[in-house]
Structure formats: C-alpha cells, structure tokens
T-cell receptor, first 114, second 113 residues
Framework: EDKVVQSPLSLVVHEGDTVTLNCSYE??????LLWYKQEKKAPTFLFML????IEKKSGRLSSILDKKELFSILNITATQTGDSAVYLC??????????????FGRGTQLTVWP | DGGITQSPKYLFRKEGQNVTLSCEQN?????MYWYRQDPGQGLRLIYY???????QKGDIAEGYSVSREKKESFPLTVTSAQKNPTAFYLC????????????FGPGTRLTVL
C-alpha cells in the first residue's frame, strides 16, 4: 500500500490564485520529508523538512511539516504559469543500509492558466 | 559543471532484447539510485547503491540488473524478463546517509516495440 499519499492528484487554477498541496505519510524510521518540482524531465529539489512547525520559505513557495499528524503542505501564492508542473512529495525513512532511500507519492499535477 | 548525465535520451527496443541505460555523475556522491516513472505514478525505486561494489534491490527490482564498479557510474540493464519495460527512467545521486537531497538526471524514455 502507498506509504506517501498526495492530494489532490490534479489541480487547475488561474494566475494569481493561491494553492495548497497536501502530503500525508505512514512510514517507520522517519527522517525527513522532501518536496520536488517536475516540469518535463528531472525533478528539481524545493524543500527538505525535518522538524515540525518550522516553515520553510522560498519566494512564493512555502512548506511546513506536522510530525504528530504525519503530513506536510506546500503553499504557492500568487501562482504564475511557470508554476505549472508535477509536485512530488517524498519521505526519507530507514536505517542502516536503507538510510537515504526515498518513498515518493504519485504527485500533484498543477496547471496554472493565464 | 557538476551534474548527472543519462544516455540515451530516447531508446527503442524490440521485445526480447536486453538494453543498458547509462548514468554518470561528477558530484562526488557515494549513493546512486534508479527510479521508474509511469504516467500518473510517482517514482518507484528499482535499485540503489550506497557505495562502490554494493547495491540493494528497491521495490520493483524484478527484470532489472545493475552494477557499481566505479563511484561515478551506475548503469541499469533492463532484461527481457521485465514484463512491461516501457517507461521513463530516472537516475539520481546523493551524499551517503540521511538528510541529503537526491539530485536527478534528465531521464531516459524507453519504448519497447
């Protein structure tokens, strides 16, 4: 069964809207939660979250982690057409020889219309 | 420029043939990973390697094989035993251990005819 669940799977908005993407997880030996943006090919790294309640921010993007409720959100304010992409959530979990491996959700396809 | 390269970008294969996908990195990373991505799916881990001459199976290793003879290189062979090999394959690398983001190559799109 899926260890990392993202919602919604697809989202269509207009430029200027604010969106919230969700990621819930259920893993043992949790280490961190990562967000990636995938436009056409290679996913590019956005954030790594390790502590609850501490917001990470980069321009119009921000993210926060709740380790008690096992979820994270990614917010994008004042969306632009260039934000159109698949946003992937990944959870790092494991120990010993499995340290560093990531479990990915299915992604949220965000489309921003002009 | 440091980064990860994958070749070829597109690959066509006939059923029953083995094919090898290349992945090279010059980031001096110890760990390397192979993922498969299908439409509407996230990334699924095929194999990973934390150090030269050692690798572990991921969640969908059946029908695939790898080698890690050099730190910079982690080739993936898709064998004829893989039932549904048509997919987008992504290679990644990272520093060894926890709390290190993975950096991805541009991917190889494999189509079986």
């Amino acid at each position: 069964e899926d260890k990392v669940v993202q919602s919604p799977l697809s989202l269509v908005v207009h430029e200027g809207d604010t969106v919230t993407l969700n990621c819930s997880y259920e893993v043992t030996n949790f280490r961190s939660l990562l967000w990636y943006k995938q436009e056409k090919k290679a996913p590019t790294f956005l954030f790594m979250l390790t502590s609850s309640g501490i917001e990470k921010k980069s321009g119009r993007l921000s993210s926060i982690l709740d380790k008690k409720e096992l979820f994270s959100i990614l917010n994008i304010t004042a969306t632009q057409t260039g934000d159109s992409a698949v946003y992937l959530c990944a959870v790092e979990a494991g120990r010993g020889s499995t340290l560093g491996r990531l479990y990915f959700g299915r992604g949220t396809q965000l489309t921003v219309w002009p | 420029d440091g980064g990860i390269t994958q070749s070829p970008k597109y690959l066509f294969r006939k059923e029953g043939q083995n094919v090898t996908l290349s992945c090279e990195q010059n980031l001096n990373h110890d760990a390397m990973y192979w993922y498969r991505q299908d439409p509407g799916q996230g990334l699924r881990l095929i194999y990973y390697s934390q150090i030269v001459n050692d690798f572990q199976k991921g969640d969908i290793a059946e029908g695939y094989s790898v080698s890690r003879e050099k730190k910079e290189s982690f080739p993936l062979t898709v064998t004829s035993a893989q039932k549904n090999p048509t997919a987008f394959y992504l290679c990644a690398s990272s520093r060894r251990g926890a709390y290190n983001e993975q950096f991805f190559g541009p991917g190889t799109r494999l189509t079986v005819l």
